[in-house]
């Protein structure tokens, strides 16, 4: 089955700063990238998704970029501010399973103002 | 648009007692909802998948007898956690989708406490 990589797990950045999360997939058939924010106690938030047939997308400060050759997909994060500062998820959809989500592990953002 | 609730919010019950949450879509219908619990500082770990009028499709390693899924129309499904026990505890979140494959919905998640 499908199984999704995420780095780092915890990233600190300097408020105006830039901040790249990673993910990788095992299953070329993923089709779908969606990536969630989550503060403490609150549900995912869809953030930006992208789909196969896509290599970029964004949306405002977020951008998310895709490269299926390589399994993997990022998510870009412009000019953060504290506001940014929660979970950040990346998921993969498992092709052959329809529409089931496999998550990364997460990436706790902190950004220092 | 795209509105999931979820009802409770926050549960406390004692050992041995069953709890029953609610998810519901509010302005779509949802072909298919799911179930994750998630633990502090963890990711999501999908539970089972839930379709209208048919029999919920649990996720290796989930009790089926424990963890009763119904998704009784397309707006509403429910977990039932039967005779709870302190490891049962946890933060439960369903999502909804309304199509195949799209955007999955999350609810606010409810947060079992069993004592």
């Known amino acids: 089955g499908e199984n999704v990589e995420q780095h780092p797990s915890t990233l600190s950045v300097q408020e105006g700063d830039s901040a790249v999360i990673k993910c990788t997939y095992s299953d070329s058939a993923s089709n779908y990238f969606p990536w969630y924010k989550q503060e403490l106690g609150k549900r995912p938030q869809l953030i930006i998704d992208?789909?196969?047939?896509?290599g970029e997308k964004k949306d405002q400060r977020i951008a998310v970029t895709l490269n299926k050759t390589a399994k993997h997909f990022s998510l870009h994060i412009t000019e953060t501010q504290p506001e940014d500062s929660a979970v950040y998820f990346c998921a993969a959809i498992r092709g052959e399973y329809g529409n089931k989500l496999v998550f990364g592990a997460g990436t706790i953002l902190r950004v220092k103002s | 648009g795209a509105v999931v609730s979820q009802h409770p919010s926050r549960v406390i019950c004692k050992s041995g007692t069953s709890v029953k949450i609610e998810c519901r879509s509010l302005?779509?219908?949802?072909?298919?909802m799911f179930w994750y619990r998630q633990f502090p500082k963890k990711s999501l770990m999908l539970m089972a998948t839930?379709?209208?009028?048919?029999?919920?499709?649990?996720e290796q390693g989930v009790e089926k007898d424990k963890f009763l899924i119904n998704h009784a129309s397309l707006t509403l499904s429910t977990l039932t956690v039967t005779s709870a026990h302190p490891e049962d505890s946890s933060f439960y979140i369903c999502s909804a989708t309304d199509r195949v494959p799209d955007t999955q919905y999350f609810g606010p998640g409810t947060r079992l406490t069993v004592l």
């Open positions: 839930s379709n209208e009028g048919s029999k919920a499709t649990y």
């Open positions: 302005d779509f219908q949802a072909t298919t």
């Open positions: 992208i789909r196969s047939n896509v």
